[in-house]
């Protein structure tokens, strides 16, 4: 994840806000503002990358559809990211999806896309509004991007949701619908990651005591062949004194 130690500001004056960060730290990570293509990464590293983020993925599809559904009426991409700024899954405009490389797959990190909704709001931990000139790379100063972290459960930021659309479909207002569906999709995370320890706990427990039924019968069995046997040498013994 990025992580650039950000410029100081003048003693006495307001502290820079956070497109202003997010451009020092392009600038500090040497991104090229002509740049226009995300970077991809391998199918193999993707296959991976999915696998590890799989209930993350669960816990974000529901609403990513919904969120999809909602934007309909204007040409949008939603998607979602990893840590990384690696796009995991998208939903939306096709066109918009190929064009802009907002597929699975494509590298949206601030370190190699400069300025960005979903690269920002990693970089930075919260959410974030990146309209128009306010991108790094001027390839895509003609679009909003309204995004927000993810994260566990724990505090940490595993991923990022992000809503693009043009400049002039964007609204900054978005940024108060993006935060909540990412606060949603942790409590949907949490409550699946809990239903997946308390079910292997439940496991674990059945199995035990399983274990325990069948040492329980086998003890039982295994008390009856001595009891058993215990008898038959009691009857040969009363039958040997018997005949003497």
């Known amino acids: 994840m990025d992580n650039v130690e950000n410029p100081l500001p003048d003693a006495g004056l307001d502290a820079p806000g956070p497109i202003v960060?997010?451009?020092?730290?392009?600038?500090?990570?040497?991104?090229?503002?002509?740049?226009?293509?995300?970077?991809?990464?391998?199918?193999?590293?993707?296959?991976?990358r999915l696998a590890a983020s799989a209930?993350?993925?669960?816990?974000?599809?529901?609403?990513?559809?919904?969120?999809?559904?909602y934007f309909a009426d204007i040409r949008h991409v939603v998607y979602l990211t990893d840590a990384d700024g690696v796009v995991l899954a998208s939903l939306g405009d096709p066109e918009s999806?190929?064009?802009?490389?907002?597929?699975?797959?494509?590298?949206?990190?601030?370190?190699?896309?400069?300025?960005?909704?979903?690269?920002?709001a990693l970089a930075s931990g919260r959410p974030v509004v990146v309209q128009g000139d306010e991108h790094y790379l001027e390839a895509f100063r003609s679009f909003t991007c309204v995004a927000a972290p993810v994260r566990?459960?724990?505090?940490?930021?595993?991923?990022?949701i992000d809503l693009s659309t043009s400049l002039a479909d964007g609204k900054p207002a978005n940024i108060g619908l993006m935060s909540y569906v990412a606060l949603m999709i942790e409590r949907d995370l949490v409550h699946a990651r809990r239903e997946?320890?308390?079910?292997?706990?439940?496991?674990?427990?059945?199995?035990?005591?399983l274990r325990e039924a069948q040492s329980r019968r086998a003890h039982e069995r295994l008390q009856l062949i001595l009891d058993?046997?215990?008898?038959s040498c009691i009857s040969s013994t009363n039958r040997g004194a018997s005949s003497t």
């Open 21 to 48: 960060v997010s451009r020092w730290r392009s600038q500090a990570h040497g991104v090229d503002v002509g740049r226009t293509r995300a970077r991809r990464v391998a199918f193999d590293e993707l296959q991976q």
């Open 55 to 69: 209930d993350l993925l669960q816990a974000s599809r529901p609403h990513l559809e919904w969120l999809a559904a």
């Open 97 to 120: 999806q190929r064009e802009f490389a907002l597929l699975p797959g494509n590298v949206w990190s601030e370190r190699e896309m400069g300025t960005n909704g979903a690269g920002t």
């Open 152 to 160: 566990d459960g724990a505090g940490s930021v595993i991923g990022a």
């Open 196 to 209: 997946h320890q308390w079910r292997n706990a439940r496991q674990a427990a059945d199995e035990l005591a």
């Open 228 to 231: 058993t046997y215990r008898s």
